[in-house]
């Protein structure tokens, strides 16, 4: 009898892995929070032999990168790094004519570098972000998926790595960082890597970032085809064009209802964004409103860490209360899309007893005509970021990480 089975078994087996309804993802841990820590990290086993890197995970940019030692750069590393990663010669090899470093340099906003003579093995970048600049070149190396796999992934090997100098609140260092995630769009990702090699089917990246302020228990990040998504409860907006950035187009504030500032705004969605980021004309009315609604309940403290801080009267009311059933803000986006948020997505517990505003002044940091939603305020809330089908979602729940096993 057993006999008989075993060549449907064989037949069962060469099928399996073409199933086209067998979701494909991998689901990782966060550690971090807003504050003190200002990143949500990933950890990553890289290299050969294989060691674990943290990485800070970035909706807001393409590249991956380590904090790294070239054999040949002269090397600055963001503050506070101790540990970094050195690439073997042979990881070296990326090619400036390499179809990786092409796309790349196309990606790249503003000037193109081209291929140098001198150096015509290397892929050398040069990326600015909205408080730091990086500099590297494209290497290509090992990273484990976990389960005993691995896969040869390009990234960037950061030899220089300067915070600019800007006004208003300094961004925390993350001590525990050895480089970023880049989960932008784009060829060079890599969730697009992943892909293209086959590990996942689809593009298509979720995170959800814990509120709680312990460094341990800071949510989870999925890859793939994540067949866990909630069924009722996601609101879902098309993608739309904005240069680099995952946003759902233009949208109008309410504070309560009322309209903050007559003209809609582009939004954009970015995890490399410690804080929630509003430009001056918004920033202006909308602190002096809430500052009203806030100080009904709460009195006004300064605190370091922020510039807009409150102070709990007696041990009362909890902060999750605070102005209830007002202070809520709603993003309006075309098609009646709403996105709802309560104070705890944008007041930050700071001490026991002290809370402050979790949005910033755009304009300290150039950022004049768009609202950059930051980790501050995507806290307690699952948001997925669809490439597949040009979306993006989001969902108010609880981001515990459960130790799933990722699904390769
Ligand atoms: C990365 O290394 C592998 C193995 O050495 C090689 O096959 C692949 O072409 C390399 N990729 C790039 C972009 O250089
Ligand atoms: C990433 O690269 C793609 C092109 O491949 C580009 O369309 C996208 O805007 C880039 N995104 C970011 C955040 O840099
Ligand atoms: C916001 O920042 C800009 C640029 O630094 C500054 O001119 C403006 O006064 C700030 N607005 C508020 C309300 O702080």
């Excluded at 202070?327 to 309006?332: D, E, V």
Aim: aromatic fraction near 8%; include cysteine.
């Amino acid at each position: 009898m057993a006999a008989m089975w075993s060549p449907i078994i064989g037949l069962l087996l060469l099928l399996l892995p073409l199933a086209p309804s067998s979701a494909s993802y991998i689901k990782y841990p966060l550690e971090g929070n807003v504050y003190p820590t200002g990143h949500f990290l990933v950890t990553m086993n890289i290299g050969e032999p294989l060691q674990p890197y943290s990485l800070d995970i970035d909706t807001g940019s393409n590249v991956t990168w380590l904090e790294c030692q070239h054999p040949h750069h002269r090397c600055h590393g963001s503050p506070g790094v101790k540990r970094f990663y050195k690439p073997g010669p042979a990881n070296l090899r990326v090619d400036c004519k390499d179809p990786f470093c092409t796309s790349l340099h196309a990606d790249l906003p503003g000037r193109r570098p081209r291929c140098p003579r001198k150096h015509p093995h290397e892929c050398h970048y040069e990326i600015g972000y909205v408080d730091m600049r990086t500099q590297g070149v494209l290497v290509n190396d090992t990273i484990s998926l976990g389960g005993g796999r691995n896969e040869l992934i390009v990234f960037g090997c950061g030899y220089d790595q300067r915070l600019k100098n800007l006004p208003g609140p300094k961004p925390t260092p993350a001590p525990a960082a050895h480089g970023l995630l880049g989960l932008g769009m784009g060829k060079v990702g890599f969730v697009a890597q992943l892909k293209a090699h086959g590990v996942i089917t689809k593009d298509v990246i979720g995170h959800c970032l814990s509120s709680s302020s312990s460094r341990k228990g800071g949510g989870y990040l999925f890859i793939g085809d994540y067949d866990k998504l909630p069924s009722t409860g996601m609101t879902w907006a098309p993608l739309k064009k904005y240069g680099l950035h995952y946003s759902p187009g233009q949208a109008t504030l309410h504070l309560d209802g009322q309209q903050i500032y007559a003209n809609g705004m582009n939004v954009v969605f970015d995890s490399g964004a410690t804080y929630t980021y509003v430009p001056t004309q918004i920033y202006k009315p909308l602190v002096a409103k809430l500052k009203a609604i806030i100080g009904n309940t709460l009195d006004p403290v300064r605190h370091h860490a922020l510039p807009n801080c409150w102070m709990r009267r007696g041990t009362v009311e909890p902060f999750d209360d605070v102005s209830r059933p007002s202070g809520i803000l709603t993003l309006r986006f075309d098609n009646n899309i709403v996105m709802t948020l309560l104070p705890k997505n944008y007041l930050i517990r700071v001490e026991n007893n002290i809370a402050c505003l979790g949005i910033l002044n755009g304009s300290d940091v150039g950022q004049n005509e768009r609202i950059i939603i930051g980790d501050a305020t995507m806290r307690d809330m699952l948001v997925v970021y669809d490439n597949e089908q040009g979306r993006i979602g989001w969902a108010s729940g609880d981001c515990k990480y459960s130790a799933t096993t990722s699904r390769l």
